[in-house]
């Protein structure tokens, strides 16, 4: 089958046998009045991305639709200019497609429920950055897209727990006698009813809820509870969440390998213990702003046997015993990012890179010990993006430099002992010279 990238047909023949056609690049100069005729004369195509055409029409999708009986899949990702028009149009002329990137496609919620009653194969469905997209939609994903693996909604700032599975079963009648009057909802969407499902979501690996601000607890337990096996869940960016959360996530047990709970100020240690001692197989951990968290977190997330990422970005209350503990006792750690965790030292980086044989990235910007003369220069280029002021204290280190960063500090602290030896000053260098002068 053939396969073209980054252009498209240039022959008959090509258009003939192409089955896949795969535009990421925005710089490869592909534009959309130009793949507009090539949905007509491609009418063979089982894949189709166009993430790197940014103008694509409705034009083209609709095109794509009515010509291509064996679409499988397709991918919109950040495509502005698509509209509820050929989405429709998808879903009224395509075959059942099995996976389905819409991220940045500004949807209504007609437009995602008829997705998810009409493509009940679905495996992947991407719908990230949806302004629109509320309870009413997702609900009718997680009532008819049974075969999903991969489900991707971060950034939907509408949803709600009521989007989610409850944990509830059944619905229990009130008791009898006279109760106060609930409050009256804010909105029409308030007074939806639990989602209570009889069945479970067993084929779902991958979820992402990142920076759906108005999740609870509560949403947490349902979806933990509908959806056993989750592998990878990404919860960053919601600020309502509590140790209670973390409960609910500790029963997926050995079946979660990776977690994301940046920006989620009010989980505590207790919860991160409680974490490390269920979720055994954990591989990747994001605690990025967890303000509230300590050295103990990470004494126990240390003894997890196969973490090899670890994201402690601004977690100011972590300090040298944290690092010294993690060196000493997490053989299996490859990247570990520790900017702006002010407590932290050179030595019990130098400590760090020096014991960790597998460490093949390391984040320290804004780390005091990490502005010390020389160190620097073992550090990637920053981006062009960033001020002056962010570039001074700029260090990520990775690949050799990881290894010529230790190489340096093993023999900066050579010389600080002979100094001591001959009870001379010592003064840093920012070369690899020996000399104490």
């Known amino acids: 089958m053939k396969r073209i990238v980054d252009r498209l047909p240039q022959t008959e023949s090509e258009r003939r046998i192409v089955r896949h056609l795969v535009i990421r690049d925005p710089s490869c100069g592909v534009k959309d009045e130009r793949v507009t005729p090539e949905m007509i004369f491609c009418r063979h195509l089982e894949s189709v991305v ?29 495509c502005k200019y698509v509209t509820d028009v050929s989405i429709m149009e998808l879903v009224a002329k395509a075959p059942p497609l099995q996976w389905l990137q819409l991220s940045g496609v500004v949807l209504t919620d007609a437009s995602v429920s008829a997705i998810a009653k009409t493509f009940p194969k679905l495996v992947e469905l991407e719908l990230n950055d949806q302004p629109l997209m509320t309870a009413v939609s997702v609900r009718d994903i997680w009532s008819y897209s049974r075969k999903l693996r991969t489900l991707m909604l971060a950034r939907s700032p509408q949803l709600t727990d009521s989007a989610l599975p409850s944990p509830i079963k059944t619905l229990t009648a009130p008791a009898s006698g ?3 009057l609930p409050a009256r909802p804010h909105t ?13 979501a067993i084929d779902l690996r991958v979820l992402d809820l990142s920076y759906c601000p108005k ?23 919601c600020p309502n969440l ?15 390998g990776n977690l994301n709970l940046a920006h989620c100020p009010r989980i505590t240690d207790h919860a991160i213990v409680s974490l490390a001692r269920s979720c055994t197989e954990l591989r990747s951990v994001d605690l990025a702003f967890c303000r509230q968290l300590t050295d103990m977190s990470i004494f126990e997330l240390a003894s997890l046997e196969h973490i090899h990422r670890l994201v402690l970005v601004r977690v100011p209350k972590l300090t040298d015993n944290a690092i010294y503990f993690l060196a000493d006792h997490t053989p299996s750690l490859e990247r570990l990012h520790l900017s702006y965790c002010d407590r932290i030292t050179l030595k019990s980086l130098h400590h760090l890179v020096r014991t960790c044989k597998r460490l093949v990235h390391l984040t320290a910007t804004g780390v005091p010990g ?23 204290v700029f260090r990520v280190f990775s690949g050799p430099n990881v290894a010529s960063l230790c190489k340096f500090l093993d023999k900066e602290k050579l010389r600080r002992d002979q100094a001591e030896e001959q009870n001379i000053p010592f003064v840093a260098r920012s070369d690899d010279s020996m000399d104490l002068y």
Do not use: M
């Open 370 to 392: 990490a502005k010390r003369t020389g160190v620097g220069r073992f550090s990637d280029p920053p981006p062009a993006s960033l001020d002056p002021d962010q570039k001074s």
């Open 242 to 256: 509590t140790d209670k959360a973390v409960e609910s996530i500790c029963k997926l047990g050995l079946h979660l």
């Open 178 to 180: 006279e109760k106060p």
């Open 215 to 237: 999740l609870t607890d509560g949403a947490i337990e349902g979806i933990v509870t509908h959806a056993p096996l989750l592998r990878s869940l990404a919860l960053a960016g």
């Open 50 to 78: 166009l993430s790197g055409v940014t103008d694509t029409s409705d034009k083209t999708i609709v095109h794509l639709a009515r010509e291509n009986s064996n679409i499988q899949g397709l991918d919109l990702t950040g």
């Open 188 to 200: 029409w969407l308030d007074q939806l009813p639990p989602l209570i499902l009889r069945h479970t």
